[in-house]
């Protein structure tokens, strides 16, 4: 499936499949988490004569069909994001109240942009974002300021003996070099310790989440 780079999966009002801490999943988003999957799930699962299609995503592996993982692993995925905008929601980070605002915003953008080239005015980035690029291009710059409230909030807190371990952690790497020293790179471990704690801020969150999924209707769902 080649998909162009204004591709959405919300061309028909998009399915309610269930929901993740009371915000709603829908099957537009579940298609979208498979499409970052797909390349993943195929090349993790080893078979004689690889096929392609519905002939791949069906066929029988161990008694484990394809299809069913890339579903597992793309709500697994959704169901961070929806913790994640869980967070972002209670703090007015997040801007959209539904999918269907995320959809008119990203068609919006790029309608946007591309009026802007035909009137020669300078445009950074893609001409269009696909669904998939436009959702991570706003997510990630809501989770920077997310951080950056969490800390003020003293949700996350950075000690300075995590500070010191984070530091211990890095010298492993590149930060190896006597010219590393902790009180030089301090912003950078300290955003390194910062990304650690929210991990696992978020992986609470994720074990804590109330899942209620409509199995009958993510069993039907696929991206071919």
Do not use: C
């Amino acid at each position: 499936m080649v998909l162009s780079p204004n591709t959405t999966f919300s061309q028909s009002p998009s399915i309610d499949i269930g929901s993740v801490n009371d915000l709603v999943i829908t099957k537009s988003e579940l298609q979208r988490e498979m499409m970052r999957y797909r390349f993943k799930v195929f090349n993790s699962i080893t078979t004689g004569i690889k096929q392609s299609g519905d002939n791949f995503w069906n066929s029988d592996e161990r008694g484990i069909k394809p299809v069913m993982v890339l579903r597992k692993l793309a709500l697994d995925s959704l169901v961070k994001i929806k913790v994640q905008e869980k967070l972002l929601r209670e703090r007015n980070i997040w801007p959209y109240k539904s999918y269907s605002d995320f959809i008119s915003d990203f068609h919006r953008t790029n309608e946007l942009r591309k009026k802007a080239l035909v009137n020669k005015q300078v445009v950074y980035g893609p001409v269009e974002y696909s669904e998939e690029t436009f959702f991570d291009y706003r997510f990630s710059n809501a989770l920077i300021q997310l951080k950056q409230q969490l800390l003020s909030e003293k949700v996350i807190v950075i000690t300075d003996e995590e500070l010191e371990n984070q530091f211990k952690v890095m010298q492993k790497t590149h930060y190896a070099k006597e010219k590393y020293t902790l009180k030089a790179y301090e912003r950078q471990v300290k955003e390194a310790r910062v990304e650690t704690e929210y991990a696992m801020l978020v992986d609470k969150h994720y074990k804590k989440a109330i899942r209620n999924i409509d199995q009958s209707k993510l069993n039907t769902i696929h991206t071919y």
